[in-house]
């Protein structure tokens, strides 16, 4: 598998510090403060130093959660203080971070494939009230087809009265010339984004995302067979919204 630097530089944060600079990078554009790529902010903040605003989203997903793409285990740590929580990503590193901050059910796993039953304390298949993909990775499906395929997995292991949570920017309200990885669509309501982490001489891979409007949301949710039952835009000012699926 290529590099696994976001992972990496996840896990020595939480063992103590950065070994090497870490940056975002795209084309000659690279992000990260002092070069750490805001690791610690991204996924490391205790729930107990969070906004009002996010401690109240956490509080509201109701267990058990499968926490899709968990990096280093923020939501599910603040999650399984009231329920069941599994977790996973893609990363091996990621999950040993997490599993080292307290996570009690992390694993390795691809969301395009995930892993149910990877775990002795996990419900079966359908028996989830939340699925949290949180971070905008379903943008990584690359494709609307693909988004609404992987929705479609996703409302497959909720249950009845379950939801499936994910998160994107919307690329009505991006200014083109500040939103960092930028790449027009022609498409009403759809951008792309793509960048790499590097962490020293690690190399991560080319991350490239579809974005979606809330309104495109709402349309590959039907395909999927989801209807989109609210939308949140926690910052008036950025792009960035959270949408419940049921």
């Not at 990877?118 to 298949?125: G, W």
Request: aromatic letters at 8%; proline letters at 7%.
């Amino acid at each position: 598998m290529p590099d696994d630097a976001l992972g990496l530089a996840m896990l020595d944060r939480v063992r103590g510090c950065l070994r090497a600079p870490c940056v975002y990078r795209a084309g000659d554009d690279a992000r990260g403060t002092a070069g750490d790529a805001h690791i610690y902010e991204n996924y490391l903040v205790p729930s107990q130093r969070w906004p009002a605003a996010k401690r109240e989203f956490v509080d509201s997903l109701r267990t058990p959660v499968l926490d899709v793409g968990c990096g280093a285990g923020q939501h599910a740590l603040a999650g399984q203080e009231r329920g069941e929580v599994v977790a996973f990503d893609v990363s091996p590193n990621a999950v040993r971070a997490a599993r080292e901050r307290g996570v009690e059910a992390a694993v390795v796993g691809d969301m395009f494939d995930p892993p149910v039953g990877a775990s002795r304390s996990e419900p079966s298949a359908g028996g989830f009230e939340t699925v949290l993909a949180n971070g905008t990775q379903v943008g990584l499906a690359g494709s609307l087809d693909r988004l609404a395929d992987l929705l479609a997995s996703f409302a497959d292991l909720v249950s009845s009265t379950g939801e499936v949570v994910v998160d994107s920017y919307d690329p009505t309200r991006v200014d083109p010339e500040r939103f960092f990885g930028y790449r027009p669509d022609p498409r009403e309501g759809v951008a792309r984004r793509s960048f790499r982490v590097e962490y020293g001489d690690l190399r991560g891979p080319m991350l490239d995302f579809v974005l979606v409007s809330p309104a495109r949301l709402r349309a590959v949710a039907t395909e999927a067979g989801l209807d989109v039952r609210g939308v949140t835009v926690p910052n008036a000012e950025s792009s960035y919204y959270r949408a419940r699926l049921a």
